[in-house]
């Protein structure tokens, strides 16, 4: 791809657009437009034609998309053409469950490693791994060359283990919790807090 | 507060807001300026003066902000003075994990119950809760008349349960499912799915 500005907002859609199309492949269609795209994610079809022209020409005029040909275009976009090995830090409950989870597959994305500075957790089996000291963190992820974590550890020891992440080489961090972490700006941070997305629609309940 | 259109992405920064100025509250810090919050948060200054000054005046010009009555006035925006009842659907791991996680407490959120379709989950202890058969969900879920939920089931079911939510008045659903919800747009909608922020990162990293 040739390198062009792209309004972090709009790269933030394009894992949503690919999801609802490799959901569409399993489904066994070939083709769809960006009005079924539009009505099936609730965006309207001129921004999904907008966001998509930014990268290329993926579909005809009346035409509409090629199904597997926008999806490898998107997974090409997104770098998740190759699988990226990650590290959960953390291995209480949220930790354990994306240690376990099965949606990584076919994605771009598979643990490799599960890590924890709790001495009655380290050595104890989480689905396929064994829990590993966080005390050498640096080290392990550093040598096996993983560079996406998710932080899975109380909110008072956030900060110290990114700072690790980072001496680690780690380039994009996805963070459980519930704490504004500060990074350099070359590194990526995701935040994923359900409270925070919990007040966000609150916001337009009525009270109770 | 008066009727006023705010945009929603205004709206989904406000949370992120609370959530810091609470922290600082902990940390029994009093008064705040909108670059310290900025720099916490990295966001502009500018962008946080504007994003509070449409909802009233909240700080005076070289005083800064009162942090704790600008968290009230953010509870009171977000509705959160009021702790909402939040149903948990899907008992697996993700499910499991919602339902003892500590972080709703003072945020606005308690779990009151969590719902499952699986016999060999159903009468099983989750954290201080029982889980529940989903059979019958709609009655359950409205005559505790819980509007909030989150939706921790497989894909394939997550439409099916959605519009189960809908039906026993639920007004807001966070979607754990990795897959894009059909609802009427009076419904509110969030989601959480790791993939979806991963990528949204892998973007910008270099291939390995």
Redesign the interface.
Known sequence: MEEKFIP?IV??R???Y???LQ?MARDGRTVTSSQELGE???ISAAQIRKDLSQFGEFGKQGTGYQIDYLVEQLRD????K?V?E?AVVGAG??G???A??Q??AN???VVKMILDNNPELIGTAVGDFVVEDSASLVEKIRSA?I??A?LAVP?DQAQEVADKLIEANV??I?NYA???L?VPNSI?????????????????????
């Open positions: 972090d790269v933030g394009l894992p949503v690919l999801r609802a959901q099936r994610l609730g976009i997104l770098n998740v190759q990226w990650v409950d949220i354990n469950a994306l376990r989870y949606g990584f994605r771009g994305f060359g560079k996406v998710m909110a380039g994009a996805l519930p704490i504004s500060n990526q941070v995701q935040y994923i807090d359900p409270v925070i997305h919990l007040q966000r629609m609150t916001y337009y309940l009525e009270q109770a």
